[in-house]
């Protein structure tokens, strides 16, 4: 019998190679001890029917292939060093568009002060941008150096985009799927006081259990995830659970880390505590009304 | 009127890029001041349609992938630091397949001691490959800072991979398509002894332009390309001209170097001193026969 790769989805995929290959970290970038310092490095491909949705501007759709690999050097605390660009269109392409997706590029690389050193140019049937995003980091940000008792926290709301993924209008929702930020700024602050840090792009859920290190457990309480009502109302409107949206969508681009409760007063970013790090070896979630349930490990996955 | 990206084809696709960064090296990779040393990246972006022919394995291609990125670092005369891999394929692809693609891409990064270090995967109708190769180097062999006098030298011959896009047998032609190497080792020889550098991938003709400047030209000659009695014959088998073979398609992964005569017998790399660097602001080839022409700028060009 013969097997697809959509047999084993795409966890599976990343874990063949990884245990062919002693070199790769386990974590949201590489880090290749350098001359007294890292270089941290990420790459990240995004295909248009997959990654952009159809009302994403060609200018919108550049700037998050940037936003996506600095989110990994955000999630690190690493100062930017360098952006390389491979990208492939079709050659019926309009030349405007071609212009807008470049100065998307280029707008994003000014944003996040990480200068385009490089890339490569192809054709292809549809938009694929392979962003590869380099920094520095004297001590990284490892995903689960956390400890017992640390509070959990981010770096703003989450579930936003999975809300607007199914809205139209021009709103907090759409506008957070169609011109993510990275945090790249709050990385910088966090790398002096945070215990961990992950980038949340799979979901809250996913993240979790991906940071989640044997031994420990995360709580979670919903009334500090800082849910609207209106986020509330519209999610009844197109019938989905809001808390799905919160925990098993994604593409938040917001930071996830923890922090001893010594510091977290010292701590000068916009941030909302959401939960402590446990030994309860599972991760759950304490209600509105009171009752704990378990957070399942669920989230966007590729090739399934 | 609307212009389409092929209108104006993939070289006035990159300058319009390069012109709206001030951050780009115009060379084979980036080159970034990196604590005391010099950090080089490139990317290169394979697309199974365009890039690998039917008959490759997939071993092949994922050993091709790798091979591209770091015949850029040789060209540099840079030593491997780490291979990051971005790859998306197809929902049905067979996991056998999947294996055969990895182990080439792993295999490959063994063969050039370049550690495979992180990475991304994807869903995509075909194949597509994006490595990113880093290295380092003090003093990166650059493209065009070769003197008046200096010989043209290649690290091998020229032509094979292009003839082999026409044969389907096992011979040293389409081993050349199959199974191309980079000269990493040659490439950190060289960049104690050249005087510039580049990798073969356009075409020679190609290469020579990209690296001419101002005020200064190239004589190539014919009897120095040793070209082989059956090369000739296959190509008049396939109604192909020799020369068109050796100069205008490319594949080769061969380096093109420049060296000063005083330092050319201290060279211990295999090569072959194919021209001179000239001040006659023309690209020249010296026929068999006596007669001097004029070598065209053309070569594989992509969005044309």
């Known amino acids: ?32 001890p350098f001359n007294f310092s890292n270089l941290i490095s990420t790459c990240d491909m995004l295909i248009q029917s997959k990654h ?13 292939a940037v936003t996506v690999n600095v989110s990994d050097l955000a999630a690190m605390g690493a100062k930017p060093l360098g952006f390389l660009l491979a990208i492939a269109f079709p050659k ?21 002060e990480i200068p385009l050193i490089g890339g490569d140019t192809n054709e292809a049937s549809e938009i694929i941008i392979s962003g590869t995003a380099l920094g520095l980091c004297d001590n990284p940000l490892m995903k689960n150096t956390y400890n017992l008792g ?11 985009a999975a809300l607007g993924f199914n809205l139209t209008d021009d709103n907090i929702y759409t ?7 990275a945090r790249i700024k709050e990385g910088l602050i966090l790398k002096n006081y945070a215990t961990s840090a992950t980038d949340i792009t799979d979901g809250l ?12 457990g995360f709580i979670i309480y919903e009334d500090k995830l800082n ?12 019938n989905l659970d809001y808390l799905d ?60």
Do not use: W
């Open 245 to 304: 949206l919160i925990f098993h969508v994604g593409e938040d681009f917001e930071l996830l880390f923890t922090i001893s409760k010594d510091d977290i007063d010292d701590l000068t970013i916009d941030f909302n505590v959401i939960g402590e790090v446990t030994d309860s070896d599972v991760v759950e979630l304490v209600l509105d009304d009171g009752n704990v349930v378990g957070i399942k490990n669920k989230g966007y996955e590729h090739l399934c």
């Open 150 to 160: 640390d509070l959990i926290a981010v770096t703003g709301d989450i579930g936003l």
């Open 227 to 238: 849910i609207s009502d209106d986020f509330k109302k519209l999610s009844r409107d197109f």
């Open 92 to 112: 019926d392409l309009n030349l405007d568009s071609f212009k807008q997706l470049i100065d998307g590029v280029i707008n994003a690389c000014d944003y996040y």
């Open 1 to 32: 019998m013969s097997f697809k790769v959509s047999d084993i989805g795409e966890k599976e995929l990343i874990k063949y190679i990884i245990s062919n290959s002693k070199n790769i970290t386990p974590d949201d970038t590489a880090v290749t």
């Open 175 to 181: 506008n957070k799927v169609l011109k993510p930020r």
């Open 52 to 64: 952009f949705p159809e009302n994403m501007s060609y200018f919108d759709m550049g700037f998050k």
């Open 205 to 216: 859920a996913s993240e979790l259990y991906e940071i989640k290190k044997d031994g420990f």
